[in-house]
Protein backbone atom coordinates (compact mmCIF):
# COMPACT_ATOMS: atom_id res chain seq x y z
CA UNK A 1 0.00 0.00 0.00
CA UNK A 2 1.30 3.00 -1.24
CA UNK A 3 1.56 5.74 1.87
CA UNK A 4 2.68 9.62 1.51
CA UNK A 5 4.23 11.25 4.79
CA UNK A 6 5.09 14.80 4.64
CA UNK A 7 7.70 16.78 6.89
CA UNK A 8 5.65 18.53 9.85
CA UNK A 9 4.40 21.91 10.19
CA UNK A 10 6.92 25.53 9.66
CA UNK A 11 6.41 29.19 10.45
CA UNK A 12 8.57 31.32 7.96
CA UNK A 13 9.40 35.07 7.90
CA UNK A 14 8.59 37.34 4.37
CA UNK A 15 11.11 36.95 2.66
CA UNK A 16 12.94 33.48 3.69
CA UNK A 17 12.39 30.31 1.85
CA UNK A 18 10.65 27.07 2.74
CA UNK A 19 11.60 23.47 2.09
CA UNK A 20 8.75 20.66 2.42
CA UNK A 21 9.67 16.71 2.13
CA UNK A 22 7.29 14.30 1.10
CA UNK A 23 8.60 10.24 1.58
CA UNK A 24 6.68 7.51 -0.33
CA UNK A 25 6.51 4.08 0.76
CA UNK A 26 5.48 1.31 -1.43
CA UNK A 27 4.57 1.99 -5.38
CA UNK A 28 7.44 2.32 -8.42
CA UNK A 29 8.54 5.52 -7.51
CA UNK A 30 9.95 6.65 -11.00
CA UNK A 31 6.59 5.45 -12.69
CA UNK A 32 4.62 8.39 -11.03
CA UNK A 33 4.11 12.11 -11.54
CA UNK A 34 4.40 14.07 -8.11
CA UNK A 35 2.59 16.64 -7.46
CA UNK A 36 2.04 19.79 -5.44
CA UNK A 37 -0.96 21.50 -4.43
CA UNK A 38 -1.76 24.27 -2.16
CA UNK A 39 -5.17 25.52 -0.45
CA UNK A 40 -5.19 28.97 1.77
CA UNK A 41 -7.55 29.10 4.54
CA UNK A 42 -10.58 28.71 3.46
CA UNK A 43 -9.55 28.56 -0.31
CA UNK A 44 -9.23 26.20 -3.69
CA UNK A 45 -7.14 23.48 -4.31
CA UNK A 46 -4.30 25.29 -6.19
CA UNK A 47 -1.96 23.34 -8.41
CA UNK A 48 1.59 24.46 -8.15
CA UNK A 49 3.52 22.19 -9.95
CA UNK A 50 5.00 18.80 -10.44
CA UNK A 51 7.84 16.41 -11.63
CA UNK A 52 8.13 13.14 -13.79
CA UNK A 53 11.38 11.18 -12.75
CA UNK A 54 11.03 9.09 -15.15
CA UNK A 55 11.45 11.75 -18.31
CA UNK A 56 13.15 13.89 -15.94
CA UNK A 57 10.45 16.69 -16.08
CA UNK A 58 9.26 19.79 -14.03
CA UNK A 59 6.27 21.87 -14.72
CA UNK A 60 5.23 25.02 -13.00
CA UNK A 61 2.33 27.20 -12.18
CA UNK A 62 3.93 30.29 -14.24
CA UNK A 63 2.71 32.74 -10.71
CA UNK A 64 5.37 30.63 -9.29
CA UNK A 65 7.81 30.82 -11.77
CA UNK A 66 11.50 31.12 -10.22
CA UNK A 67 10.21 30.98 -6.57
CA UNK A 68 9.69 26.96 -6.89
CA UNK A 69 11.31 24.39 -7.21
CA UNK A 70 10.45 20.71 -7.23
CA UNK A 71 13.22 17.68 -6.78
CA UNK A 72 13.55 14.39 -5.70
CA UNK A 73 15.58 11.71 -4.08
CA UNK A 74 15.33 8.32 -5.69
CA UNK A 75 16.86 6.83 -3.09
CA UNK A 76 15.15 7.59 -0.36
CA UNK A 77 11.81 8.06 -2.09
CA UNK A 78 11.48 11.58 -1.54
CA UNK A 79 10.35 14.75 -3.02
CA UNK A 80 10.67 18.04 -2.17
CA UNK A 81 9.14 21.53 -2.79
CA UNK A 82 11.23 24.57 -2.31
CA UNK A 83 9.60 27.71 -2.07
CA UNK A 84 11.48 31.00 -1.97
CA UNK A 85 10.64 34.92 -1.42
CA UNK A 86 7.79 33.55 1.06
CA UNK A 87 5.29 36.67 1.63
CA UNK A 88 2.23 36.11 3.80
CA UNK A 89 -0.07 34.98 0.70
CA UNK A 90 1.90 31.80 1.01
CA UNK A 91 0.21 30.62 4.58
CA UNK A 92 -1.48 27.72 3.27
CA UNK A 93 -1.37 23.86 3.66
CA UNK A 94 1.07 22.18 0.89
CA UNK A 95 0.25 19.07 -0.28
CA UNK A 96 1.70 16.29 -2.60
CA UNK A 97 -0.06 13.78 -4.21
CA UNK A 98 1.30 11.18 -6.49
CA UNK A 99 -0.57 9.82 -9.08
CA UNK A 100 -0.49 7.57 -12.54
CA UNK A 101 -3.58 6.90 -14.88
CA UNK A 102 -5.48 4.38 -12.18
CA UNK A 103 -3.59 5.95 -8.95
CA UNK A 104 -3.86 8.96 -7.14
CA UNK A 105 -2.05 9.32 -3.15
CA UNK A 106 -1.84 12.35 -0.97
CA UNK A 107 0.03 13.03 1.78
CA UNK A 108 -1.42 14.61 5.24
CA UNK A 109 -0.48 18.03 3.84
CA UNK A 110 2.08 20.77 5.70
CA UNK A 111 0.52 24.05 7.26
CA UNK A 112 3.25 26.58 5.97
CA UNK A 113 2.55 29.82 8.13
CA UNK A 114 4.37 32.98 6.80
CA UNK A 115 4.42 35.66 9.44
CA UNK A 116 6.79 38.40 10.66
CA UNK B 1 -4.30 28.80 -19.64
CA UNK B 2 -7.21 26.63 -19.20
CA UNK B 3 -10.18 27.74 -17.08
CA UNK B 4 -12.06 25.25 -14.83
CA UNK B 5 -15.81 27.14 -14.00
CA UNK B 6 -17.61 24.65 -11.25
CA UNK B 7 -21.05 25.23 -10.60
CA UNK B 8 -22.60 25.27 -8.23
CA UNK B 9 -20.24 27.08 -5.96
CA UNK B 10 -22.40 25.44 -2.65
CA UNK B 11 -25.63 22.83 -3.09
CA UNK B 12 -27.58 22.21 -0.16
CA UNK B 13 -29.16 18.46 -0.28
CA UNK B 14 -30.75 15.74 1.87
CA UNK B 15 -29.47 12.09 2.06
CA UNK B 16 -31.02 10.34 -0.15
CA UNK B 17 -31.10 12.71 -3.27
CA UNK B 18 -29.03 13.08 -6.53
CA UNK B 19 -27.42 15.80 -6.92
CA UNK B 20 -24.99 17.08 -9.95
CA UNK B 21 -22.00 18.99 -9.75
CA UNK B 22 -20.53 20.80 -13.19
CA UNK B 23 -17.33 22.38 -14.47
CA UNK B 24 -16.99 23.50 -17.73
CA UNK B 25 -13.79 23.90 -19.48
CA UNK B 26 -12.26 27.11 -21.04
CA UNK B 27 -11.01 25.08 -24.00
CA UNK B 28 -11.12 21.38 -25.34
CA UNK B 29 -9.25 18.87 -22.74
CA UNK B 30 -10.61 15.50 -24.18
CA UNK B 31 -11.25 13.24 -21.14
CA UNK B 32 -8.91 14.54 -19.00
CA UNK B 33 -10.42 15.52 -15.68
CA UNK B 34 -10.80 14.11 -12.29
CA UNK B 35 -13.21 14.50 -9.49
CA UNK B 36 -12.20 14.94 -5.99
CA UNK B 37 -13.85 14.74 -2.58
CA UNK B 38 -12.53 16.86 0.06
CA UNK B 39 -13.55 16.85 3.92
CA UNK B 40 -12.45 19.52 6.69
CA UNK B 41 -8.99 18.94 7.50
CA UNK B 42 -8.12 16.17 5.06
CA UNK B 43 -6.56 16.21 1.71
CA UNK B 44 -8.54 15.39 -1.51
CA UNK B 45 -9.00 11.66 -2.35
CA UNK B 46 -9.51 11.23 -5.96
CA UNK B 47 -13.67 9.68 -6.79
CA UNK B 48 -13.30 9.57 -10.98
CA UNK B 49 -10.22 10.06 -13.23
CA UNK B 50 -10.52 10.24 -17.19
CA UNK B 51 -13.76 11.49 -16.86
CA UNK B 52 -16.34 8.69 -16.34
CA UNK B 53 -13.98 5.86 -14.80
CA UNK B 54 -14.52 5.39 -11.33
CA UNK B 55 -11.22 5.15 -8.71
CA UNK B 56 -11.04 1.74 -7.26
CA UNK B 57 -12.74 1.38 -4.09
CA UNK B 58 -15.13 4.64 -4.76
CA UNK B 59 -18.98 3.94 -4.54
CA UNK B 60 -20.84 3.40 -7.55
CA UNK B 61 -22.91 6.17 -6.29
CA UNK B 62 -20.63 8.60 -7.82
CA UNK B 63 -20.30 8.57 -11.51
CA UNK B 64 -19.38 11.29 -14.25
CA UNK B 65 -19.93 11.96 -17.47
CA UNK B 66 -19.00 14.51 -20.41
CA UNK B 67 -20.38 16.49 -23.23
CA UNK B 68 -17.75 18.58 -24.72
CA UNK B 69 -16.34 20.70 -22.40
CA UNK B 70 -18.76 20.03 -19.81
CA UNK B 71 -18.25 17.62 -17.50
CA UNK B 72 -20.49 16.34 -14.69
CA UNK B 73 -20.38 14.67 -11.70
CA UNK B 74 -22.96 13.22 -10.40
CA UNK B 75 -24.03 11.72 -6.87
CA UNK B 76 -27.25 9.22 -6.33
CA UNK B 77 -28.83 8.46 -3.34
CA UNK B 78 -26.80 10.90 -0.82
CA UNK B 79 -25.12 9.67 2.18
CA UNK B 80 -24.10 11.40 5.18
CA UNK B 81 -20.20 10.58 4.31
CA UNK B 82 -20.85 12.59 0.83
CA UNK B 83 -21.60 16.14 2.44
CA UNK B 84 -18.04 17.94 2.36
CA UNK B 85 -16.55 19.99 -0.77
CA UNK B 86 -15.70 19.07 -4.59
CA UNK B 87 -13.04 19.33 -7.22
CA UNK B 88 -12.83 19.70 -10.57
CA UNK B 89 -9.33 18.86 -11.90
CA UNK B 90 -8.50 19.00 -15.68
CA UNK B 91 -4.56 17.90 -16.46
CA UNK B 92 -4.95 17.57 -19.82
CA UNK B 93 -2.42 20.39 -20.01
CA UNK B 94 -0.28 22.52 -18.00
CA UNK B 95 -0.51 24.30 -15.81
CA UNK B 96 -3.26 21.91 -14.44
CA UNK B 97 -6.10 23.35 -12.98
CA UNK B 98 -8.75 23.06 -10.21
CA UNK B 99 -12.25 24.43 -10.32
CA UNK B 100 -13.22 26.84 -7.77
CA UNK B 101 -15.15 23.98 -5.81
CA UNK B 102 -18.69 23.12 -4.58
CA UNK B 103 -19.85 22.52 -0.65
CA UNK B 104 -22.14 20.33 -0.80
CA UNK B 105 -23.87 20.98 2.91
CA UNK B 106 -26.58 19.25 4.50
Known amino acids: ?116 | DIQMTQSPSSLSASVGDTVTITCRASQGITTNLAWYLQKPGTAPERLIYAASSLQSGVPSRFSGSVSGTEFTLTISSLQPEDFATYYCLQYDSYPHSFGQGTRLQL
Request: some cysteine; overall charge positive; glycine content about 8%.
Open chain 1, 1 to 116: QVQLVQSGSEVKKPGSSVKVSCKASGGTFSTYAFNWVRQAPGQALEWMGDILPKFAMEHYKQKFQGRLKITTDESSKTVYMDLSSLRSEDTAVYYCAMTSYFSDFWGQGTLVTVSS
